[in-house]
C-alpha cells in the first residue's frame, strides 16, 4: 500500500538542490526521471514558434504546504521574482492550520462568439436560431473531433443583441462547448468559423468575427479557507490585529480600483507561475481574471477577507480559469508534463481547483505583509540575493554578502558590488 504523501515539509528551502530534486522524485510515478536542465530542446523549441533563436529559462521551483480538499499537493510555479515561492508556501501552511482550501469548480464550458451585421429583421433571425438551435449544436459537434469522443461537445446557443453601436445594431451569438480536459481554443475556433455560413443563411445577416471569448464566466473556479487567528500573529501584531488589518486591506481593494490592480497583481503571481508551469495560456487567464474582476462595471478585487463569528479570518476567490492538461504546450513542453506529475491533477477542473487555492495563498501572503511591517521587509532580504548574483559574486560567496547586506540593511547593488570587491581584495 502506497503510503500517503504530505506537502508539509518542514524547512523545505534551506535543503540542498540534490535534497529537493530527492524528495521530489518520490512524489513521481515510477519510472519518470525528474529533468533539470529546462527540458525542451532547440528542435522543441523551433517547432512551438517562429524565427526561434533559443530558448529562455526560467526557475522552476514548487511550493509546498498545500492541503485541498483533504488532498497533499505540491505545487509546480515558474517564476523569476523573489520571495513569491516562499511566501506561498508560507500562507498555504496558515491555511493549512484552519483545515486546508475548500475548492469547486464550474463544468469547462467555453465560449465562441460569431459578431453579425446588418441583419434585416432582428426578431425574425433571433425566432430562427431558437428554431434552429438543436440543428446547430449538432453542426457544432460535427467539428468537434475528440473533445466530443471525450464526451464534451457543443452544450447551448444564446444571443446578444447590441442597439446603437458605432456600426449600427449588432448580433452576438454565443456558442457555449464543454471541452474537458483541454483549455480549447482550437475547438472553438474551428466550431465558430464552421457554423459562420449556417448563421448568415438563418439571419440574412453578414458575419464578421467567429473567435472564442477569454472571459470565461462560464467555467470558473473557486477556492475558500479560514486562518485561525492564533496562526496570523507577526512579531508586534496580534493575531486579531492582523484579521482586522486584512479585513481592511480588502475592502480598499473591493472599493478602489488603483489599488486593486495591484492587489489582483499579487494575486496573478500566484497564479500565472502554476499557469506557466503546466504549459497553459498565461494570457489567455490574465484577460478572463481580469475582465471577470470589472464585471460589475468597474474595477474591483479577485478576493474576498472577512472575518468570522469566532474571531477568525477567512477568504475566498471566484475566477474564470481555462486550462487543459492535454494538447498545446502540454503535450509538447517535457517540464509542462512534469509540472502536471508532480500535482497528480487528474482532469482540467481539477487543475483550475489547485490554481484558484494557489492565488488565495499568494494574495494572503502579500496583504498579510502589507498589513503588518510591509511588503519590502521579506521582499528585499530575498533580493538580496538577486543583488549579489548580479554584482557578479560567486556561488560561494553569494551568502556571505548577502547576510552582510541583511545586516547592514543595505540592500543594494552599488552595496554587493563593494562588498565582493572588498571580498576579492583578501
Not at 100 to 107: A, L, Q, V
Not at 145 to 165: L, P, W, Y
Request: a negative charge; charged letters at 20%.
Amino acid at each position: 500500500m502506497e503510503t500517503k504523501k504530505s506537502s508539509r515539509i518542514s524547512q523545505f528551502y534551506k535543503k540542498t538542490l540534490e535534497e529537493r530534486l530527492a524528495i521530489i522524485q518520490d512524489w513521481l510515478p515510477s519510472g519518470i526521471d525528474l529533468p533539470i536542465d529546462g527540458g525542451l530542446t532547440q528542435e522543441q523549441a523551433n517547432n512551438m514558434i517562429e524565427n526561434v533563436i533559443g530558448r529562455y529559462n526560467l526557475p522552476f521551483a514548487v511550493a509546498t504546504n498545500f492541503l485541498i480538499n483533504g488532498r497533499d499537493y505540491l505545487i509546480p510555479m515558474v517564476i523569476e521574482e523573489p520571495s513569491v515561492v516562499a511566501a506561498c508556501s508560507n500562507a498555504a501552511k496558515m491555511f493549512r492550520e484552519g483545515g486546508g482550501f475548500t475548492t469547486s469548480s464550474d463544468e469547462p464550458v467555453m465560449i465562441g462568439q460569431i459578431q453579425v451585421l446588418d441583419v434585416p429583421d432582428m426578431a425574425a433571425a433571433l425566432q430562427a436560431i431558437e428554431v434552429n438551435k438543436a440543428r446547430l449544436l449538432t453542426e457544432a459537434d460535427s467539428v468537434g473531433g475528440s473533445i466530443v469522443k471525450r464526451g464534451g461537445g457543443a452544450r447551448d446557443i444564446q444571443t446578444r443583441v447590441f442597439e446603437n453601436t458605432p456600426i449600427g445594431t449588432m448580433l452576438v451569438i454565443h456558442l457555449l462547448i464543454d471541452t474537458r480536459d483541454a483549455m480549447g481554443a482550437n475547438a472553438i475556433n474551428t466550431a465558430v468559423e464552421h457554423l459562420a455560413p449556417h448563421i448568415e443563411a438563418l439571419t440574412g445577416g453578414r458575419v464578421n468575427l467567429r473567435i472564442l471569448s477569454n472571459l470565461t464566466d462560464q467555467r470558473k473556479a473557486r477556492a475558500e479557507g479560514m486562518i485561525p487567528a492564533s496562526s496570523l500573529a507577526r512579531g508586534d501584531f496580534s493575531g486579531a490585529d492582523v484579521v482586522r488589518a486584512i479585513v481592511e486591506a480588502g475592502v480598499f481593494a473591493e472599493v478602489d480600483p488603483y489599488r486593486a490592480a495591484t492587489h489582483n497583481k499579487g494575486v496573478m503571481n500566484g497564479i500565472d507561475a502554476v499557469v506557466i508551469a503546466t504549459g497553459n495560456d498565461w494570457r489567455a487567464v490574465e484577460a478572463g481574471a481580469h475582465a471577470y474582476a470589472a464585471r460589475h462595471g468597474g474595477y474591483s478585487s479577485m478576493t474576498r477577507w472577512w472575518q468570522d463569528d469566532d474571531d477568525n479570518l477567512r477568504g475566498a476567490i471566484e475566477i474564470p480559469l481555462s486550462v487543459g492538461i492535454v494538447g498545446g504546450a502540454t503535450r509538447v513542453h517535457p517540464m509542462a508534463q512534469l509540472a502536471l506529475q508532480i500535482l497528480g491533477v487528474q482532469s482540467a477542473q481539477e487543475l483550475a481547483e489547485v490554481i484558484a487555492a494557489v492565488g488565495l495563498a499568494q494574495n494572503l501572503a502579500a496583504i498579510r505583509a502589507l498589513a503588518t511591517e510591509g511588503i519590502q521587509h521579506g521582499h528585499m532580504r530575498m533580493h538580496a540575493r538577486q543583488l549579489a548574483l548580479a554584482a557578479g559574486a560567486s556561488v560561494e560567496l553569494v551568502p556571505h554578502i548577502v547576510q552582510q547586506m541583511i545586516d547592514e540593511n543595505n540592500i543594494r547593488l552599488e552595496r554587493a558590488k563593494e562588498l565582493l570587491k572588498e571580498r576579492m581584495n583578501k
